[in-house]
């Protein structure tokens, strides 16, 4: 099997660490070499946070290179079009449809581009959804990250068994079943 590229990118909080940690569990548990890397930036502050998930039969470096993302789980407009240039050709990039302005938007430095998901459709496969609508929904806004990351997961190698299986072991005990709903609304959509 080809070594698959995944990256997960979005702000510090939205829990791009745990999605990482499912899909690293995932993996490991399918049998794989799995490398994972995380890059922070002001994580504490919002900030950009990125991960880099590579799974196959040996995998030697944990960093994926610019244009070889077989997927990219965005769980923010702006991120996902910040990190777009690292999808490969074909690849799939799944992006949760919310808005959280960067410091520099904040202060009044710099303004939030308009139609990111409408400029990326332009040149790669995008898949979005409002996750966030859909958690609050669930009752708990904080498994919109599960919802996206159920979307993505049509995308890869993975049962959805397989999946649910790693979820229950990965998330607090007290949030497993809200999880495994969330993954479901996600994988349906």
């Known amino acids: 099997m080809e070594t698959k590229n995944i990256m997960i990118v979005g702000v510090g909080g939205q829990g791009t660490l745990l999605t990482s940690r499912i899909l690293g569990g995932l993996t490991l548990h399918a049998g794989y070499d799995v490398k994972l890397s995380e890059v922070h930036g002001m994580a504490q ?29 965005a769980f923010e407009r702006l991120e996902a079009a ?10 799939a990039m799944v992006i949760n449809d919310q ?10 430095a710099a303004k939030y581009p308009d139609n990111i998901i409408e400029e990326l459709e332009k040149n790669y ?24 990351l159920g979307m993505a997961a049509q995308h890869m190698d993975f049962t959805k068994e397989d999946w649910l299986a790693v ?3 990965t998330v607090p005990a007290k949030t497993i079943e809200i999880n495994k709903k969330a993954f479901e609304i996600g994988y349906n959509f």
């Open 167 to 169: 979820i229950e072991k």
């Open 82 to 91: 910040r990190y777009a240039h690292f999808l490969k050709k074909g690849g």
């Open 45 to 73: 502050r919002g900030g950009s946070v990125v991960t880099f998930v590579r799974y196959g039969e040996k995998v030697a470096e944990p960093i994926v290179e610019e244009g070889q993302a077989d997927v990219i789980i």
């Open 99 to 108: 808005r959280i302005d960067p410091m520099p938007v904040v202060i009044g």
């Open 125 to 148: 496969r995008v898949y979005k959804v409002d996750a966030m609508s859909e958690a609050k929904k669930l009752g708990n806004s904080r498994v919109f990250n599960v919802i996206v």
